[in-house]
């Protein structure tokens, strides 16, 4: 007899050869920004500005946190706005784009060049960008219904082009005055407006969706998300205000106060989801997810240090390090851990088990990583994350080198398990 | 939840073959986790519809879903034509799930 799908319903999801080469990319970034943090730890202790910093920060920004959101957010896209992506083409685009653009810039960094490389990297950075945001949009032009977290969601990305472009223009501002200051004067707003433009706004537009949704909640609040959306963006607005047209450092408590009333709102949401879940059992990736939320608030802890620093008058270069140290290896790669083997193992199970469905035993997604391998890559994570902070803060370079050897393990160990999901083939059991 | 059915007896097989169908992300089965709304069957042309939904629209293991639904009712009704229809309408959520999905998920 013949067996047919009679679905009048479409639940066409992103195909995994546009979201994997994000994941591989993003793993091997994450791995060379290590291997370069270990090679820096002589001088990562000096002013920030400086090329091995400057290569690290945006091989962790672009190469790991950015490319694995992006190719993490192509297959949730859909259930996000539960509408089919609108094309898979413009997504292999904006991952051949960013995949040229990104090495260019980092190289451009580290040699501190900011002549050819640099300006092609950021220029093709922000084609990708471009395309990302016009798949999206496309996307979400096609669902009529509004929903908060495709506001997020277009929202962060357009912060994330702004953040590009300005960056571009920085470069720019090297060799062809293009800005009233010098570079290195702009590079708080740059910095800024990409870490809660574009990362603080995705995790929160995307958390709220797949936290409740992984836990089975049965909390929602979209108020409250429409609350937070307002802080962070009118903090974000107000941050850009005062940063160009006020010298008074002391203003910018307001924008954080904003920003950190969002962050502790967004704390309360996945808090009240947490407390609110059908499903009793938390797996260790969800934990890691969680945790990386409640690490949102270390970064604000140090930028209220920061700027009581600028207030007194006591510019504290090791603290503004640090505070980027935590933001990027601390929160952003925390939640990339969780993200990864939460949604990973899915995407390869479609891919290898798709058609084996209901024909014999397969192994669970769960099961095609090696969780002896996770916990370790968590133990260095943790102990690397703590050390090298500490390190910096009282400026003690053999506890920075320990630290940052750890997260040189951590990343291999990453990889390892990155590796065994790309190059899984069936099993039958 | 309720199955909607028009034959009560074929209805309780066709579930029993289901609770092998399992969403791998909750490790619960399709029944238990109340994804089956809806299982009729057309003697004279021997087809059996069976309406599903999913936990959340454009969920990524959907297909494998459905794909190994399929199959489980091929298997148990040979002689019949399979059609699956997705819907989401109503929504899933967590009051769907049957006395034994909740303790499940309690206990887990």
């Given amino acids: 007899m013949d067996s047919t799908f009679v679905s009048k319903t479409n639940n066409k999801t992103t195909t995994w050869k546009v979201v994997l080469p994000f994941y591989g990319y993003g793993a091997l970034s994450f791995l060379i920004a290590s291997f370069l943090l270990v090679c820096s730890t002589n001088n990562i202790t000096q002013h920030y500005f400086q090329p091995n910093t400057l290569a690290i920060v945006h091989l962790m920004a672009l190469g790991w946190g950015t490319m694995v959101i992006l190719g993490a957010s192509h297959q949730l896209v859909p259930v996000l706005i539960e509408q089919e992506l609108y094309s898979n083409k413009l997504g292999y685009l904006s991952f051949c784009l960013a995949a040229i653009g990104i090495p260019l810039l980092v190289y451009g960094f580290y040699i501190f060049d900011m002549g050819w490389p640099s300006k092609w990297g950021g220029r093709l950075i922000i084609l990708a960008i471009i395309v990302y945001l016009f798949n999206i949009a496309k996307s979400m032009s096609m669902r009529k219904q509004e929903n908060i977290h495709t506001v997020f969601l277009i929202t962060a990305t357009i912060w994330l082009l702004l953040t590009a472009i300005i960056g571009l223009m920085l470069i720019y501002n090297f060799t062809y005055p293009l800005m009233p200051l010098n570079s290195t004067d702009y590079l708080p707003l740059h910095a800024h407006i990409g870490i809660i433009g574009w990362f603080l706004l995705l995790v929160m537009g995307v958390g709220s969706k797949l936290i409740p949704m992984f836990l089975i909640s049965k909390y929602s609040n979209n108020k409250l998300l429409w609350l937070i959306f307002s802080l962070v963006n009118i903090g974000l607005l107000i941050f850009i205000c005062i940063f160009l047209y006020s010298s008074n450092t002391l203003f910018f408590v307001f924008p954080i106060f904003s920003i950190a009333l969002a962050v502790v709102l967004f704390v309360f949401y996945c808090y009240n989801s947490y407390q609110n879940r059908v499903r009793k059992k938390v797996d260790k990736q969800m934990k890691l997810t969680l945790l990386s939320i409640l690490m949102m608030v270390i970064p604000i802890i140090f930028l209220i240090v920061i700027i009581l620093l600028f207030i007194f008058q006591n510019d504290n270069e090791l603290i503004i390090i640090s505070y980027g140290f935590i933001i990027f290896f601390g929160w952003i790669t925390a939640i990339i851990f969780g993200m990864t083997f939460k949604t990973l193992p899915f995407i390869i199970w479609n891919k290898v088990y798709h058609l084996l469905a209901g024909k014999g035993v397969t192994p669970n997604p769960i099961e095609l990583f090696n969780h002896t391998i996770f916990k370790y890559m968590a133990l260095s994570y943790l102990f690397g994350f703590i050390l090298f902070t500490i390190g910096l803060i009282i400026n003690y370079q053999p506890i920075i080198l320990i630290g940052s050897i750890l997260l040189l393990i951590c990343s291999i160990l990453y990889n390892w398990n990155i590796i065994m999901l790309l190059i899984h083939k069936p099993v039958k059991k | ?108």
Avoid: R
């Avoid at chain 2, 199955?3 to 169908?21: D, E, F, G, H, Y």
């Avoid at chain 2, 009729?40 to 297909?63: H, R, S, V």
């Fill in chain 2, 1 to 108: 939840m309720n199955v909607i059915t028009n034959n009560q007896l074929k209805c309780t097989i066709a579930l029993s073959s289901l609770l092998k169908v399992m969403d791998p992300e909750i490790g619960l089965n399709i029944v238990d986790l109340g994804l089956v709304y809806q299982i009729d069957f057309n003697e004279e042309d021997k087809i059996l519809y069976c309406m599903i939904t999913l936990t959340t629209q454009f969920c990524p293991m959907g297909d494998s879903i459905l794909l190994a639904a399929k199959e489980a009712l091929q298997t148990a009704f040979e002689e019949y034509s399979i059609h699956i229809e997705l819907t989401f309408d109503p929504a899933w959520n967590h009051k769907m799930l049957s006395d034994f999905g909740k303790e499940f998920l309690n206990q887990l």
